[in-house]
């Protein structure tokens, strides 16, 4: 079946350092990705849509100049955490439409986040 | 910004009881999904429902959809100490299908 890999799966930074979180499809396309941030015991909040060769799309609230998407091929996107905070920590996700045009969505097993 | 709410927040059961867990949204959806969430780990994709249908199974998962109420339930019959989880019904809006979560309900099941 489809599936997305997103690395690294534990990832400690300092204040002010920028972090990168990659997201692949591993034996699919996708023109299109999705990222969620997820908070302790609380649900997925999406940050941006991640569009191939385009701009990404960010949702309401969400600071582009903090939050770099790069999405350069059909099989990658990535998520850059700019100087980041200890607020940023969080666990992050991102998503993939599943090619059998169902609609299903595929997610890559998540980043947990810690910024010291 | 979530869609909408998910109760109960929690559940508590013992194993081979039933567990419900409904979802509620406010917009126009294209489907919704249920997703299972073990601690700290990625999300299983469990069931989809197209805004046109009504009722889904798969194995001992039932999904019911009332788009005139905006609901969704979920049921999983005969409860295992291995469901225990965290459950998300996720609606499906727009052109891209882009997804908004629901608060989630966290199933205990105790063997």
């Known amino acids: 079946g489809a599936v997305v890999s997103q690395h690294p799966s534990r990832v400690i930074c300092k204040s002010g350092t920028s972090v990168k979180i990659e997201c692949r499809s591993l034996?699919?396309?996708?023109?299109?990705m999705f990222w969620y941030r997820q908070f302790p015991k609380q649900s997925l909040m999406l940050m941006a849509t991640?569009?191939?060769?385009?701009?990404?799309?960010?949702e309401q609230g969400v600071e582009k100049d903090k939050f770099l998407i790069n999405h350069a091929s059909l099989t990658l996107s990535t998520l850059t955490v700019t100087s980041a905070h200890p607020e940023d920590s969080s666990f992050y996700i991102c998503?993939?439409?599943?090619?059998?045009?169902?609609?299903?969505?595929?997610f890559g097993s998540g980043t947990r986040l810690t910024v010291v | 910004s979530q869609q909408g709410e998910e109760d109960p927040q929690a559940l508590s059961i013992q194993e081979g009881e039933n567990a419900t867990m409904n979802c509620s949204y406010k917009?126009?959806?294209?489907?919704l999904q249920w997703y299972r969430q073990n601690s700290g780990r990625g999300l299983v994709h469990l069931i989809l429902?197209?805004?046109?249908?009504r009722e889904k199974h798969s194995g001992r998962l039932r999904v019911t959809l009332d788009t005139s109420k905006k609901s969704s339930s979920l049921l999983i019959t005969a409860s295992r100490a291995a469901d225990t989880a965290s459950y998300f019904c996720?609606?499906?809006?727009?052109?891209?299908?882009?997804?908004?979560f629901g608060a989630g309900t966290r199933l205990t099941v105790k063997p």
């Open positions: 034996d699919f396309q996708a023109t299109t």
């Open positions: 996720a609606t499906g809006r727009g052109n891209n299908n882009d997804m908004r």
């Open positions: 429902i197209r805004s046109n249908e």
């Open positions: 917009t126009s959806i294209n489907n």
């Open positions: 991640s569009n191939e060769g385009s701009k990404a799309t960010y």
């Open positions: 998503s993939a439409r599943t090619p059998d045009g169902n609609y299903g969505y595929t």
